[in-house]
């Protein structure tokens, strides 16, 4: 039990909770026991609770609370009425002499270690019943940013106390059931890192979205960290993939989104406000607040910080803009994600579609329909009605009490780390944070559904949509000797399903990451000259702005986009397959236009490896490969493995494998595995040939299907026709599984069919296939047809 009134960081740690509080309790278990590891705390000290009570005792504040709480628990006081006298207890006392001497004497201690009279300190406040592992009570209480002299710092600690009381404090502890009067408020001082002149942010562990535990995910804007927290702005985003962070020469960095960081939080030069905010200038609004090694720093420090306490961390950090130092400056347990259950979670589908009204950044991965309420001033708070879905510019802790009673949220700005994504986390509610334009958008009173189900973005459509939700419960899932892998289309998918007891990807479409994330044809950005398309042009400058070398916009966007897909999946292999768009759908990307001619028949022309040695394509797969040799040999991703689609003749094949080499992919240097699409009947009758040339073939049923039976896929009045589990198509699949395996290579399937049909699952394990590659919805219904028919071969 601490006797002090007034503490250092380094006297205090987890143990003092009861005293200090969860959030200056944190900061002195770092000073103490994380410096020596490299985490930078900035110095401070904190008041106890003890000085909270002798403050409450001496102004005699206690009576007169009981008695307003008894009120507002009688129903005779509104939230409102309530808050305003308990707040006005506490600034209208003083403190007792001894803790007023006691706060002055370190603040000058502390302005004397850093060298700085009246050293500009930040002054938060910490309860006893905050940052706890199942309640966060994130910004229930105030902070006071760039405070300066004593007589300032003591008004700041007196506001500190008062906020102890504010509405939203008030309305949080009666959700979770706290007694206001048992808990306490401690006083963290802290010297200021002149991030005004830097920048700040937010990280997590874990991603906060998907739960899945190999990332930590940092937000960054320029300035203060209030715009992060509070989500005035949309911040850049970083994933950092933290298996391969002590991997030498690797950069695990899996995402870098560059957000609009349009206004900043500074100084504020005289008067009686402390702090400002202001336009960003538009060089930083076009640049990432951290360079590639900063972002890697933080996330060793995740590291350590989720090592030391155990569980999934909620971190706040700063950056200096004056020496480039970076400092951590809040660590608390997260508090959505580790609560979840590993083996059960819930699915959601959108039955339909309606007109798409806005998008933004996707929180939760469930769905809601509503009614929007739209209030563009929080003094309208009071108009919000229950079971609606509240849209709004942004959410402050103000909001919470109506936060709780909302089926969706939907905002203007902010980002993954926002106050509203927090808060919406906790509570189990869809948001979609930053659109940018909703509250213009959208109508008060107008029928609306929220999407967040299909990866990072979220989408908020018109109408009350039909939608279901499936429980998936992984407790049972048996175990097969035939490899089970997943078929991934986009990275986004990669962290909905990272649950799945998936041996690997055995499919990763390339060209999904292209035209939907990249978006711009890559000739276009290797011969930007020839583009003709006035709007194209602009929407490549668009694009591409802050990148010297076009290209390495195509480079870098691929790279970062395998890599998110690959690290769910890591150390297991990913098949990454090289693009294998037709031309009629390379000529649909931005620029595209120039660079394709038109074809009769597409699914039979221009595609797959013919395009990556002929001079029409070759400097674009060039960039597919610097993409590839970026994620194996920088990232550190080196269960890549690069498969070629409809590869025609061993001549073509010998032709992809040297312009692979030429471009730094030299298949077996570093573990490279260069894999072959068997999905032309050629692959089949010359298997033996194509096996001398490839590791592993990965049967592609559709295209084997149409090819063999002369049947198109697309052709709507011959589906009847198109059959996988054809005797002929079985036949060839037959016989490449035993032609592999007489040649001693792997093989596997990533077509349709074993998704779709349980017998056609069963036959391959009967021929004995290496692997199947599942559509991760079809996963666990598919894994028990498996085991079923390895156990029936067994007794056969």
Known sequence: ?????????????????????????????????????????????????????????????????????????????SLRATGDVLRELFLGGEFPADIADGIRASYRELSEKAGHPNLPVAVRSSATAEDLPDASFAGQQETFLNVSGERDLLDACRRCYASLFTDRAISYREVKHFDHLEVALSIGIQR??????????????IDTDSGFPGVAVISASWGLGETVVQGTVNPDKYLVFKELLEQPGCTPIVEKTLGEKARKMVYAKGGSARTRMVDTPDGERQSFVLTDAEIVKLGRWAVIVENHYDRPMDMEWAKDGLTRELFMVQARPETVQSQASGTKFTVSRLSERGPLLVTGVAIGDSIASGTACVIKDPADIEKFIDGA???????????????????????????????????SRELGVPAVVGTGNATSEL???????????????????????????????????PETRTKVMVNIASPAAAFEWWRLPAAGVGLARMEFIINNLIKIHPMALVHPERVTDRAAQKQIHE???????????????????????????????????????KTNEYAHLIGGMDFEHSEQNPMLGFRGASRYYDRRYREGFALECRAIKRVREKIGFTNVIVMVPFC???????KVIAAMAENGLVRGERGLQVYMMCEIPANVILAEKFATRFDGFSIGSNDLTQLVMGVDRDAEDLAALFDERDESVKWMISEAIRKAHAAGIKIGICGQAPSNYPDFAAFLVQQGIDSISLNPDSFLKTVSHIAQAEQELDTA
């Open 1 to 77: 039990m601490l006797e002090s009134s007034v503490v250092w960081f380094n006297e205090i740690g987890l143990a003092d909770i009861p005293q200090v509080g969860g959030k200056n309790a944190s900061l002195g278990e770092m000073v103490r026991n994380l410096s020596s590891a490299g985490v930078q705390v900035p110095d401070g000290f904190a008041t106890t609770a003890n000085a909270y009570r002798a403050f409450v005792t001496a102004n005699g504040i206690e009576p007169a609370m009981r008695h307003q709480l008894d009120l507002f628990h009688a129903g005779h006081a």
């Open 192 to 205: 200021m890192i002149r991030s005004d002149l830097g920048g700040s942010g937010v990280m997590f562990s």
């Open 389 to 423: 879905i509240l849209v709004t510019e942004m959410t402050d802790p103000d909001w919470v009490p109506i936060m709780t009673r909302a089926a969706g949220i939907v905002t203007d700005h902010g980002g993954p780390t926002s106050h509203a994504a927090i808060v």
């Open 443 to 477: 109508t008060d009173g107008q029928l609306i559904t929220i999407s967040c189900a299909e990866g990072d973005e979220g989408y908020v459509f018109a109408g009350a949509l039909a939608f279901e939700t499936e429980e998936i419960d992984l407790g049972e899932v």
């Open 543 to 581: 694009l591409t702005r802050g990148y010297l070398d076009p290209k390495e916009y195509f480079v870098q966007a691929l790279a970062l986009g395998i890599a998110k897909l690959t690290a769910p999946y890591y150390p297991n292999p990913v098949i990454v397959r090289m693009s294998d768009f």
């Open 648 to 654: 025609r003749t061993t001549a073509e094949a010998d």
